[in-house]
């Protein structure tokens, strides 16, 4: 596999409210909606991966 010619723009700072009202994209809208929504959800913020495999932590007690 060879490594990417060029590097991917950084998007932090899209607006994406302003992208969601131009786009008339039904799926796109509702993954913006999500998007938009996540960060003021303060409770869901952390991903959980239950099903994830058991992990250790550096200090060597459970992740």
Known sequence: ???PSE???????????????R???????AVLDGLIERPRTPGRAVAVYS????VTD??????
Request: net charge negative; proline share 9%; no cysteine.
């Open 1 to 3: 596999m060879s490594a």
């Open 7 to 21: 590097t991917l723009p950084d998007l932090a700072g899209l607006d994406l409210a302003e992208l969601r009202d």
């Open 23 to 29: 786009s008339d994209h039904p799926v796109l809208g």
């Open 51 to 54: 099903d994830g495999a058991d």
């Open 58 to 63: 550096n200090f060597g007690g459970p992740g």
